[in-house]
């Protein structure tokens, strides 16, 4: 069931920077652990990056460390991906997902509450 809203993406050059926006009128995401997936092109969805709800610990998959950042606004009860870097992988659908422990393996059995996902091309 796709209760939240995905935002941001769009087309961008290799090396390139993009921020998407989760967020949902339904509930408070600030009570949530909250993580970003991808499925790329003929790929299964992998869990990418995630940010806890209590001491906003992240974790993020070793492709996009150092180039992807999670945050949140919880006064805009938003969850933002701040993408640079980008690379020709990067290419595929980006989900957010609410209601789930965040770590270091970021499963997506364990989220309840997902977006219908938003295309993110890195191409030249």
């Known amino acids: 069931q796709s209760q939240l809203v995905e935002s941001g993406g769009g087309l961008v050059q290799p090396g390139g920077s993009l921020r998407l926006s989760c967020t949902t009128p339904?509930?408070?995401?600030?009570?949530?652990?909250i993580g970003w997936f991808r499925q790329a092109p003929g790929k299964e969805r992998e869990g990418i990056i995630c940010?806890?709800?209590?001491?906003?610990?992240?974790y993020s998959r070793d492709s996009v460390k150092g180039r992807f950042t999670i945050s949140r606004d919880n006064a805009k009860n938003t969850v933002y991906l701040e993408m640079n870097s980008l690379e020709l992988g990067d290419t595929g659908v980006y989900h957010c997902?609410?209601?789930?422990?965040?770590?270091?393996?970021?499963?997506?059995?364990?989220?309840?509450?997902w977006g219908q996902g938003i295309q993110v091309t890195v191409s030249s």
């Open positions: 339904g509930f408070s995401l600030s009570f949530y652990g």
């Open positions: 940010i806890s709800s209590d001491d906003g610990t992240t």
């Open positions: 997902a609410a209601r789930g422990p965040c770590l270091k393996n970021i499963l997506m059995w364990t989220y309840d509450y």
